[in-house]
């Protein structure tokens, strides 16, 4: 089965400060992997994906993660921080091809102090 | 932006009641979806729905859980009696052709007291 795990449950960090969030997942075959974040108050929305290609990908607001299928990682990157980012950030991996179900990790808790 | 829309956004309810959990899926999306969250916990998937019918359901979506597409524009979900570990919010999602990226509302979130 499947299963993904988030390193840190809580990262506090000032602003401009650089950031990195670890997911690791678990599945044996080729897999879609997501970063979805939460900001306070409102609903899920994605951050970036990668479904195949580059193993580099960037998504909005300044924001990149790297698979790295050997280690079967897929970290959420930032250089500078800002306030505007405090959310929760969640991954996510489904198996590649047609439909799957979306499952997720416990989530991080990224609070920017200005 | 194509948006999916839940309703309501907050339920309180009686242990025991059922429970109705309204979406509008983006318009052209085939695939959809009900999870939830609850507080602390990560997002669980509950149930996906294809071509009218359930595609898959997780261990948690048991015989008080039901869906259904009553029109050509809601997804509902529909909880018969309701405990109080059923208080979560309640995220309903929508894809497209290619099933794999999800669009999310903004969640329902219900109290059981």
């Known amino acids: 089965a499947q299963s993904v795990s988030q390193h840190n449950h809580h990262v506090i960090l000032s602003e401009a400060a650089s950031l990195e969030l670890g997911c690791n997942y678990s599945y044996g075959g080729t897999v879609n992997l997501f970063w979805y974040v939460q900001y306070p108050g409102q609903h899920l929305q994605l951050l970036l994906k990668?479904?195949?290609?580059?193993?580099l990908v960037k998504g909005i607001k300044g924001f990149e993660a790297e698979f790295i299928k050997s280690k079967f990682s897929f970290n959420l990157r930032k250089p500078s921080v800002q306030w505007s980012d405090t959310a929760e950030y969640f991954c996510?991996?489904?198996?590649?091809?047609?439909?799957?179900?979306?499952?997720f990790g416990a989530g991080t808790r990224l609070a920017v102090h200005p | 932006e194509p948006e999916v829309t839940q309703t309501p956004s907050h339920q309180v309810t009686q242990m025991g009641q059922e429970v109705i959990l309204r979406c509008v899926p983006i318009s052209n999306h085939l695939y959809f979806y009900w999870y939830r969250q609850i507080l602390g916990q990560k997002v669980e998937f509950l149930v996906s729905?294809?071509?009218?019918?359930?595609?898959?359901k997780s261990e948690i979506f048991d015989d008080q859980f039901s869906v259904e597409r009553p029109d050509g524009s809601n997804f509902t979900l529909k909880i018969r009696s309701t405990k109080l570990e059923d208080s979560a919010m309640y995220f309903c999602?929508?894809?497209?052709?290619?099933?794999?990226?999800?669009?999310f509302g903004a969640g329902s979130r219900l109290t059981v007291l």
């Open positions: 729905f294809y071509n009218n019918e359930i595609s898959e």
């Open positions: 990668y479904f195949s290609g580059d193993p």
């Open positions: 999602a929508s894809s497209g052709a290619g099933a794999n990226v999800l669009t």
């Open positions: 996510a991996v489904t198996a590649a091809g047609g439909y799957n179900k979306l499952i």
